[in-house]
């Protein structure tokens, strides 16, 4: 339904194609021969009206007024070519080539710690175990105040500038000098920068005696084996039900959501199939190796959700594998290839759509060159309400599938959830939405961590995590008093309402100033996440209850 003309692909496609060889084999390889190259390519195309913008340029390199750089030109030219094609094609410039792969990597050289700088000071939250800073002898709690003898606490400086300061290539050198409590003086410490692990699984534990919790918040390079770890430790703990959590999860690499999938689906089921502009498709079915085809599975989804989320998400829900539960994902069934330049700039391009296995495409429609309209599609399911209620989701019914034991899917715009949980406002009052949109709500939870960092730094699991929360009595009324001397007077009728999601909130975050770090976030988050508490309700029910609730149910 959504498929482009063919003409209206292969047009710009070529264009961009021109221009960018053009420039890129005059600059390695000589304008002439670059030339004689572009034109054989543009002759076989048959499309003669590329010369006219291959012309221009050379016109504009040889003849214009003042000298231009085509390497500029060419930064200018290639993302307006790549905007004229669908929303997730697009240009990337050399310099931004490290930040846009480095999370989808699993790695990057730095020292290893965990720090906020919320307060203008550079607040050592957490120090990877093992790592850089840890050999040095950094520890959570410690306070940057200069890096390599300059001054960076109490001047404004951007946490992104702070990060850059901080990181650098492995085997480096980097001087930090430290503000530790109980010691006066400064304390100077040399790290040598070496590889960092980014983590795409953010958590996992047990959310209670057999249901284990696992958070993904990207298809990383390592995503596989970080899952793989997980259910083996989940299992040694007792699990027997999981949890998977991909809400808010943009996607990434396409064979990680594959072989992720392949873990809970039996032998010989449909994965996903790719399909390109000329028709061909290619399929991938599960080999019945996976070590969780047992587990009893729900997954959770948003409209954060998409590519590969939606590819894992459909293939668990097309072949009845498990229970999908939250709100309609962000709906992109488009697959993009990392093209790479020689001169570190790449062009992630478009090249296929992928379907679902029972055959439906989830993408959502769009206008190629038109990605200000594509971008407001979640304003306008906010105002139209599908956020709070299934009933304003609406699909054509020529996108119905069935799934093999007779459930009804719809294509055509996300992945829609067997059992919808509406976004839940009703406790957000004007007295939360100060203390935490001023973010009082956090800093109070560092100065806490501060207070009790002996304690905190004694925290190996949950348990006692647990116990030490519940042991501070005086935790939520504190708070309140902090805020007061923030400037945020008690409202005590909206605090009263909103008290059960701060001190959710408070506890979860003071769980991240532990070893324990985001896992200790999440599962102080589960008693206001509805999604989970109404995902582990499912896994608890009865087997026919369980059936049941894999048809479509609004809440």
């Excluded at 214009?64 to 004229?84: R, T």
Aim: proline share 4%.
């Amino acid at each position: 339904m959504y498929k482009n003309n063919k003409h209206t692909i292969i047009f710009p496609l070529l264009l961009a194609v021109g221009i960018v060889l053009g420039i890129l084999l005059g600059q390695f390889v000589g304008r002439s021969r670059a030339e004689s190259q572009l034109r054989t390519l543009i002759g076989r195309a048959g499309l003669n009206t590329t010369n006219k913008i291959m012309q221009t340029c050379m016109l504009i390199e040889h003849k214009y007024v003042d000298s231009i750089s085509m390497d500029s030109l060419s930064e200018m030219v290639i993302p307006l070519l790549i905007k004229e094609l669908d929303p997730h094609s697009v240009y990337i410039p050399a310099k931004d080539m490290q930040e846009m792969n480095e999370p989808l990597e699993g790695e990057f050289d730095g020292i290893g710690v965990v720090f906020n700088a919320a307060t203008d000071t550079v607040i050592v939250l957490n120090v990877i175990p093992n790592g850089p800073s840890a050999k040095a002898g950094v520890v959570a709690g410690d306070r940057i105040i200069e890096i390599n003898d300059t001054l960076v606490a109490g001047v404004k400086m951007p946490q992104n500038d702070i990060v850059k300061r901080l990181r650098g290539k492995r085997g480096t050198e980097v001087k930090v000098s430290l503000k530790r409590r109980g010691i006066d003086d400064l304390v100077d410490v040399t790290i040598i920068r070496d590889a960092i692990p980014i983590k795409s699984i953010e958590s996992y534990f047990m959310a209670t005696a057999d249901i284990g919790y696992v958070r993904l918040s990207q298809f990383a390079r390592t995503s596989y084996e970080e899952l793989i770890t997980a259910l083996t430790e989940l299992r040694q703990q007792g699990m027997k039900k999981l949890i998977f959590d991909l809400r808010g999860n943009s996607g990434g690499y396409l064979d990680q959501a594959i072989l992720i999938a392949n873990e809970f689906l039996p032998q010989g089921k449909l994965i996903v199939y790719t399909e390109d502009r000329n028709g061909d498709q290619i399929k991938q079915f599960s080999d019945g190796r996976g070590s969780a085809t047992d587990i009893e599975l729900v997954v959770l989804i948003d409209e954060g959700s998409a590519s590969s989320s939606e590819i894992l998400a459909g293939a668990v829900q097309d072949n009845d594998r498990g229970t999908i539960v939250g709100r309609r994902s962000f709906g992109k069934g488009l697959v993009q290839n990392q093209l790479p330049y020689s001169d570190g700039s790449a062009l992630r391009l478009t090249i296929a759509r992928y379907y679902t296995p029972t055959g439906r495409s989830i993408q959502k429609p769009y206008t190629n060159g038109d990605g200000t309209d594509y971008e407001m599609d979640m304003i306008r399911r906010y105002n139209n309400n599908e956020f709070f209620s299934a009933d304003s989701i609406h699909f054509a019914d020529s996108l119905k599938f069935t799934t093999p034991k007779g459930k009804t899917v719809y294509g055509g715009g996300g992945i829609m959830p067997d059992v919808f949980i509406p976004m839940d406002t009703t406790d957000i009052t004007q007295y939360y939405v100060e203390v935490t949109g001023r973010n009082i709500l956090y800093r109070y939870t560092i100065d806490y961590a501060d207070r009790h960092r002996e304690a905190l730094n004694k925290v190996e699991n949950m348990q006692q995590l647990t116990e030490l929360l519940d042991s501070d009595k005086n935790l939520f009324n504190d708070f309140i008093r902090y805020a007061t001397q923030q400037g945020v007077k008690p409202n005590y009728r909206d605090i009263a309402r909103s008290r059960k999601i701060m001190e959710a909130q408070l506890r979860a975050y003071i769980g991240r100033n532990t070893v324990l770090e985001d896992d200790g976030f999440y599962y102080n988050i589960i008693p206001i996440d509805a999604e989970l508490t109404r995902s582990i309700e499912l896994l608890e029910a009865p087997p026919q209850a369980t059936e049941e609730a894999q048809q479509p149910e609004t809440k």
